[in-house]
């Protein structure tokens, strides 16, 4: 049982606007995280330079590189994220077969993206959602996509992607690095990972993680400012910036930290019939709760950290309303409840088939119902892998949601999804154990998920001292 589907199962959600102004598309060898700037230490700068807008600047263009230390693979990037850059391809150049494209976007081709965008985002589901997968790449752009067909073809754990891991490197690394991601940011589990294989190898770290997805932070000026503090200290000589700088969603607040994750009590909020969400045991006699999902009719999903324009906070009511997602909600908060670190779901559940998703997604819900997504995960089960398993046949899923920094306000509720489909931001499991690439079929499933004494399915929650 992994905590993430591998490349060829998960889709991260619609067209990014952005990427279509991009001037050339890359393989996806370099479509990548985090970038850290490494200045030599025989660079200075020139007398008189107050800050990196002064001639530094032109150095530093000359002499940054990009440094990625996380496996691509490791992070659960999918189908959809491959079939992004075809599609942005296939709206620039006839010939998007090639890895690149050095025609320069002039005005005129730019306002003809834009208003390409919708057709293209309906396109790009279109061919999300083709059977086989492997003929996404066709249905999307009418030819096949080299790299689109080694993507899918190879797993996880093949000697493929062994030219794309540089974690071996981190010996290589230079001795102040500048990590920037965002709560909603598709890569930041392997941000957090690569921090701390830094920081083990001696190097100094400063990490920003702000309210928002994917490369954003440098439209921001906060995300902004902390990048050019960095670099004014690596530039000019000054003390780097280190230690951990998070926003609070909720509060609306910046925080400073000695480390990640700070100290916090991880808290169970226990799941109960009838959609409740506490911190106390179910009753003995509670009956499990039921769902059908069928991957025909995949449950959808919004925003999220998917690597588009459409990542981030999204209203969840109509998902929720949906008969193959189940949701536990709290009462409304009597107090505030502000959490820090991260978060997991054990859910105690059985299958009618052994190939099979479960997604969980963690939401507040505002006092007129409004339910904003903050974080989520999904376990793809593998049943030759050697899952917990008690004699009535009900198995133990762990999921690692994304971390977050969030303050629940007073009379807002706590609200957990469980289901089994967030397509197409994750590839759906068509059910049968066959290659995802090649397979044609497609079998539903009926699930149950536990809540009594015995199966203690839970939402695990990083509580503040402050709450706890």
């Not at 440094?67 to 990037?77: N, Q």
């Not at 799941?271 to 409740?276: E, I, N, V």
């Amino acid at each position: 049982m992994g905590s993430l589907p591998d490349v060829r199962s998960a889709i991260s959600g619609t067209l990014s606007v952005l990427t279509f102004l991009v001037p050339a598309v890359q393989e996806f060898g370099e479509f990548t995280g985090h970038k850290a700037v490494h200045v030599p230490h025989e660079f200075q700068p020139p007398p008189g330079s107050r800050c990196i807008a002064d001639r530094a600047q032109t150095s530093l263009r000359q002499r940054a590189e990009r440094v990625e230390l996380t496996h691509p693979r490791a992070e659960g990037a999918g189908e959809d994220v491959l079939l992004q850059p075809i599609a942005i391809a296939d709206r620039r150049d006839p010939r998007a077969h090639r890895p690149r494209l050095r025609r320069r976007v002039n005005g005129q081709r730019v306002v003809r993206q834009f208003l390409a965008v919708p057709a293209a985002g309906r396109k790009l589901r279109r061919a999300s959602a083709t059977l086989p997968l492997a003929e996404a790449d066709r249905a999307l752009t009418g030819h096949r996509v080299r790299w689109f067909q080694e993507w899918i073809g190879n797993g996880p754990d093949q000697a493929y992607w062994s030219r794309m891991d540089h974690r071996a490197n981190v010996g290589r690394m230079p001795p102040v690095v500048h990590l920037q991601g965002g709560w909603y940011d598709f890569f930041l589990p392997g941000m957090l990972t690569d921090r701390a294989a830094l920081l083990a190898a001696g190097r100094t770290v400063r990490l920003l993680i702000g309210p928002w997805g994917h490369g954003k932070g440098l439209y921001t000026r906060d995300g902004m400012r902390d990048a050019l503090a960095a670099l004014d200290a690596a530039l000019l000589g000054r003390r780097a910036l280190s230690g951990v700088r998070v926003f609070v969603t909720g509060a609306n607040r910046w925080q400073d930290l000695p480390g990640w994750p700070p100290a916090h009590e991880p808290t169970p909020w226990y799941l109960h019939p009838g959609d409740g969400l506490n911190r106390m045991h179910a009753d003995p006699a509670a009956g499990p709760s039921r769902y059908r999902y069928d991957p025909a009719a995949p449950t959808p999903t919004v925003g999220g950290t998917t690597v588009s324009m459409s990542s981030g906070p999204a209203d969840n009511r109509a998902i929720e309303a949906r008969p193959d997602v189940l949701t536990f909600t709290t009462a409304p908060l009597a107090r505030e409840v502000e959490v820090i670190g991260p978060v997991r779901v054990r859910l105690h559940a059985r299958a009618s088939i052994p190939h099979v998703d479960y997604v969980a997604r963690l939401c507040e819900v505002s006092p007129r119902g409004r339910s904003v997504n903050l974080c989520d995960g999904v376990a793809r089960l593998d049943p030759a892998s050697d899952i917990p398993r008690d004699s009535d046949g009900v198995i133990t899923v762990d999921i690692a949601l994304w971390p977050l920094a969030h303050r629940f306000r007073r009379g807002h509720r706590i609200r957990l999804q469980v289901s089994s489909g967030a397509h197409p931001r994750y590839g759906r499991n068509p059910g049968t154990g066959e290659p995802l690439a090649t397979t044609l079929a497609l079998r539903a499933s009926i699930h149950e998920i536990f809540h009594d004494p015995d199966h203690p399915s839970a939402l695990w929650l990083p509580l503040t001292e402050e709450t706890s």
